[in-house]
């Protein structure tokens, strides 16, 4: 089965840029999605198709894909991104959506 | 504006059954795939099922498959999901999101299965 392996926690400075990563075997081929949950409230679609930013989200963040990996970047971090950061991608072969487990970002 | 509103969610016993329930608006609802999606506690996110936008076609995660079906009234705007043989593993918020990628999500309901 399709596994997204992300980190499961990420410490950050106001100002600063957190990167998350998001490995799979099949990535490279397949397009990546990003949502950010902060606790109680539903997800947000952050990133998709690998680096498309819909509207309403902030240039700060972005996306990015080489070979296996994926990557989302949080430029000049706020306090308010503190949040739980997931990818997930569509498996065409199973007809599955996958979702990384999640990173927690804490911004110190 | 694109609202979708979950219901339904409650305290059930191990093997029970309950049914959730997504009301959408502010969006032509019949013409959109719609997923549930969960999060248990302490874990990631976790698709569980897609209904095609006129109910044709069903897919569901392993972990929920025979147990769990979604079904849609697109005349009444809403989503469901009937849950059967619930575990304790199912605790979790349903979430009910529409579109690929999931572009727009409901706040949630909480399944809780316990004795």
């Known amino acids: 089965s399709y596994i997204l392996t992300q980190p499961p926690s990420l410490s950050v400075a106001p100002g600063e840029t957190a990167s998350i990563t998001c490995g799979g075997n099949?990535?490279?081929?397949?397009?990546v999605h990003w949502y950010q949950q902060k606790p109680g409230q539903a997800p947000v679609l952050l990133i998709s198709?690998?680096?498309d930013r819909p509207s309403g989200i902030p240039e700060r963040f972005s996306g990015s894909k080489s070979g296996n990996t994926a990557t989302l970047i949080i430029n000049r971090v706020e306090a308010g991104d503190e949040a739980d950061y997931s990818c997930?991608?569509?498996?065409?072969?199973?007809?599955?959506?996958?979702f990384g487990s999640g990173t927690w970002v804490t911004v110190l | 504006e694109v609202h979708l509103v979950e219901s339904g969610g409650d305290l059930v016993q191990p093997g029970g059954s309950l049914r959730l329930s997504c009301v959408g608006s502010?969006?032509?609802?019949?013409?959109?795939?719609m997923h549930w999606v969960r999060r248990a506690p302490g874990k990631g996110l976790e698709w569980v099922s897609r209904?095609?936008?006129?109910?044709?076609?069903?897919t569901y995660a392993d972990s929920v498959k025979g147990r769990f079906t979604t079904s849609r009234d697109n005349a009444q705007n809403t989503l469901y999901l009937q849950m059967h043989s619930l575990r304790a593993e199912d605790t979790a918020v349903y979430f009910c999101?529409?579109?690929?990628?999931?572009?727009?999500w409901g706040h949630g309901t909480l399944v809780t299965v316990s004795s």
């Open positions: 099949n990535i490279g081929g397949d397009s």
């Open positions: 209904i095609h936008s006129d109910g044709s076609r069903k």
């Open positions: 999101s529409r579109g690929d990628p999931f572009e727009y």
């Open positions: 198709y690998d680096s």
């Open positions: 502010g969006f032509t609802f019949g013409t959109y795939f």
């Open positions: 997930q991608v569509w498996d065409p072969s199973s007809d599955d959506y996958v």
